[in-house]
């Protein structure tokens, strides 16, 4: 068996987190084929290769996502683990069918975090995330109320996701930001939307050098698109209607082609290289000094030591400069 290389660590404020994270949305029930079973077997094989960061969020699973990461790290030690949940998107419990609804008010936030705090069986989350922009409450209203939950110890640190780059110049007026988490793979450089929702930022462009300016760490979400660039999918019949990546326009019909034919190609130059594809998109990222923890999904076993296995494939500048070159090729964004 392979063993992994000591992980890699970015420094986020205080926090020492691991280079590759776990994005928990598939161990919410959503994605095929995940049960909480093999959900808690793969989150504590992420914590037995080092992976200490993970990227979560009430609305994954309507609360269950969050439930079964409390129970998976019952028995590890707390201070070794870094919680990174969410609030501002609730749902309704009696149609989970209705579109969420965005609420960043003071009210719903100490609410949210109380939650939060009950189902993953904590007393303080480490990073504290807006989800998505409220335009209903004013900025300064959730800011003051994060800065409250700060100093009543129940959240260390504060960060933002899907914001514009001048929302979160305004939330700095009031609080200190350590993260901003957004779409940004080798795939999605620029990306102006998520599922057909506009993003108010273009990562490459824009995010990064704001977050350098800011000692902020980009988190990018989607490191691999859901799963694309470990270069296994089909050009069509990936999932069916209950994964919730049908719903991704770049994953599904026209929208895919590009996408899929690019691979294609980064397939070949990976084969080439001998690195696995998947490992030379992590790399890419991981290189950037901007990032933070890289929020990679997985719901084996398998999948976790494949993803922090890429420590152990050399990746060189020559690789990743070829890589996106084949990427500005394809025009994707």
Same mark, same amino acid.
């Given at each position: 068996?392979?063993?992994?290389?000591? %992980?890699?660590?970015?420094?986020?404020?205080?926090?020492? *987190?691991?280079?590759?994270?776990? #994005?928990?949305?598939?161990?919410?029930?959503?994605?095929?084929?995940?049960?909480?079973?093999?959900?808690?077997?793969?989150?504590?094989?992420?914590?037995?290769?080092?992976?200490?960061?993970?990227?979560?969020?009430?609305?994954? #699973?309507?609360?269950?996502?969050?439930?079964?990461?409390?129970?998976?790290?019952?028995?590890?030690?707390?201070?070794?683990?870094?919680?990174?949940?969410?609030?501002?998107?609730?749902?309704?419990?009696?149609?989970?069918?209705?579109?969420?609804?965005?609420n960043l008010s003071a009210q719903s936030i100490i609410k949210e975090v109380e939650d939060s705090l009950s189902r993953l069986g904590?007393?303080?989350?480490?990073?504290?995330?807006?989800?998505?922009?409220?335009?209903?409450?004013?900025?300064?209203?959730?800011?003051?109320?994060?800065?409250?939950?700060?100093?009543?110890?129940?959240?260390?640190?504060?960060?933002?996701?899907?914001?514009?780059?001048? %929302?979160?110049?305004?939330?700095?007026?009031?609080?200190?930001?350590?993260?901003?988490?957004?779409?940004?793979?080798?795939l999605e450089q620029n990306p102006r939307h998520y599922h057909n929702i506009p993003l108010e930022y273009r990562a490459r462009d824009? !995010?990064?050098?704001?977050?350098?300016?800011?000692?902020?760490?980009?988190?990018?979400?989607?490191?691999? %698109?859901?799963?694309?660039?470990?270069?296994?999918?089909?050009?069509?019949?990936?999932?069916?209607?209950?994964?919730?990546?049908? !719903?991704?326009?770049?994953?599904? #019909?026209?929208?895919?082609?590009?996408?899929?034919?690019?691979?294609?190609?980064?397939?070949?130059?990976?084969?080439? *290289?001998?690195?696995?594809?998947?490992?030379?998109?992590?790399?890419?990222?991981?290189?950037?000094?901007?990032?933070?923890?890289?929020?990679?999904?997985?719901?084996?076993?398998?999948?976790?030591?494949?993803? *922090?296995?890429?420590?152990?494939?050399?990746?060189?500048?020559?690789?990743?400069?070829?890589?996106?070159?084949?990427?500005?090729?394809?025009?994707?964004?």
């Amino acid at each position: 068996m392979t063993l992994v290389k000591t %992980m890699k660590y970015k420094n986020i404020k205080d926090l020492k *987190a691991s280079a590759m994270g776990f #994005g928990c949305w598939a161990i919410g029930g959503t994605w095929n084929n995940v049960t909480e079973e093999q959900s808690i077997r793969t989150i504590k094989e992420a914590i037995n290769v080092g992976i200490n960061f993970f990227d979560i969020a009430p609305i994954y #699973g309507f609360g269950n996502a969050e439930k079964v990461l409390g129970k998976a790290i019952q028995s590890e030690q707390r201070d070794k683990i870094i919680i990174a949940t969410k609030c501002g998107l609730l749902w309704d419990d009696n149609d989970l069918s209705k579109k969420p609804q965005n609420n960043l008010s003071a009210q719903s936030i100490i609410k949210e975090v109380e939650d939060s705090l009950s189902r993953l069986g904590t007393d303080y989350v480490d990073l504290y995330q807006v989800h998505w922009p409220d335009p209903t409450t004013p900025i300064e209203e959730t800011a003051l109320a994060l800065l409250e939950l700060k100093k009543s110890g129940k959240i260390r640190h504060i960060g933002v996701s899907n914001y514009s780059l001048d %929302m979160t110049r305004e939330m700095q007026q009031y609080v200190e930001i350590a993260t901003f988490q957004g779409l940004y793979n080798l795939l999605e450089q620029n990306p102006r939307h998520y599922h057909n929702i506009p993003l108010e930022y273009r990562a490459r462009d824009e !995010a990064l050098p704001f977050c350098h300016q800011h000692d902020i760490k980009y988190l990018p979400y989607s490191p691999l %698109m859901q799963g694309l660039l470990i270069g296994s999918l089909k050009r069509e019949g990936n999932w069916d209607s209950n994964d919730s990546r049908a !719903a991704n326009p770049k994953l599904n #019909g026209i929208g895919f082609e590009p996408y899929f034919n690019c691979v294609e190609e980064l397939k070949v130059l990976a084969n080439e *290289a001998n690195i696995p594809l998947a490992h030379l998109a992590l790399h890419w990222l991981v290189g950037q000094q901007e990032i933070g923890s890289i929020i990679a999904g997985a719901h084996t076993e398998q999948q976790v030591k494949d993803n *922090a296995d890429f420590l152990n494939s050399p990746c060189s500048k020559e690789i990743l400069s070829q890589a996106e070159a084949i990427v500005k090729k394809w025009n994707l964004e």
